[in-house]
């Protein structure tokens, strides 16, 4: 089993900065990609970033040169220019043994 808890969300005005963070504990051998995906209300849950054990980064084309997926004791996301469009629950993804895990989400809100 694998557990992940984020943590960072907030209320942020337009054009401000939050740091999305997401601890993984558990059987953490084998984790190949990691990732943040949202969910805005009404809306499907999307792909924000992913990150390989390699150092490999893909990022959706709107978070493009604003946010940016970091992986060390913890798995990362800095957003910075941050919209309104970008209010949503981020949650964390790990993928191992071909199962998806993920963990309860922490909100963002982005308004003035």
């Known amino acids: 089993q694998v557990q992940l808890v984020e943590s960072g969300g907030g209320l942020v005005q337009p054009g401000g900065s939050l740091r999305l963070s997401c601890v993984v504990s558990?059987?953490?051998?084998?984790?190949?990609?990691m990732g943040w995906y949202r969910q805005a209300p009404g809306k499907q849950r999307e792909l924000v970033a992913t990150?390989?054990?390699?150092g490999n980064t893909n990022y959706a084309d709107s978070v493009k040169g604003r946010f940016t997926i970091s992986r060390d004791s913890a798995l990362q996301l800095q957003m910075n220019s941050l919209k309104p469009e970008d209010t949503a629950t981020y949650y964390c993804?790990?993928?191992?043994?071909?199962?998806?895990?993920w963990g309860k989400g922490t909100r963002v809100t982005v308004s003035s």
């Open positions: 990150i390989t054990t390699g």
């Open positions: 558990g059987r953490i051998s084998s984790i190949n990609t």
């Open positions: 993804n790990v993928i191992r043994g071909g199962i998806n895990y």
